[in-house]
């Protein structure tokens, strides 16, 4: 009987693992919404406007239309994100972060005009 109740408590803290685990990694794995409404943390409007198409930029997937391009949130810093959509993209003229344009500095510097 103790081999049974061993092998039993074994099987369920085993068990109570598998199941915290899979709850753990579910929530880890979610993708969180970068904004409630349409799911858009950046926004880069560009000097010139570029065929409507869906850009690849190191990660974060930005939709474009004309001159505006939109994106949901990476892991990099937004001038960071700036940069490569310029670098990728073309000039950018505004670049929006949760809805809050970033700074006239850190625009030259995504554009690479700052030192």
Not at 46 to 67: D, F, M, N, Y
Request: aromatic letters at 6%; hydrophobic letters at 40%.
């Amino acid at each position: 009987m103790t081999s049974f109740a061993h092998t039993a408590r074994n099987a369920t803290v085993g068990g109570l693992a598998l199941v915290y685990t899979a709850l753990t990694f579910g929530v880890a794995t979610a993708p969180t919404p970068a904004l409630a409404s349409d799911g858009v943390y950046y926004r880069a409007e560009l000097a010139q406007p570029v065929e409507s198409k869906t850009e690849i930029v190191r990660g974060t997937a930005w939709t474009c239309k004309g001159t505006v391009c939109v994106a949901r949130k990476s892991n990099s810093r937004p001038v960071v994100v700036c940069q490569r959509v310029a670098k990728e993209l073309g000039d950018v003229k505004t670049f929006t972060v949760e809805g809050e344009t970033i700074a006239e500095d850190k625009l030259a510097k995504c554009q690479g005009k700052a030192a």
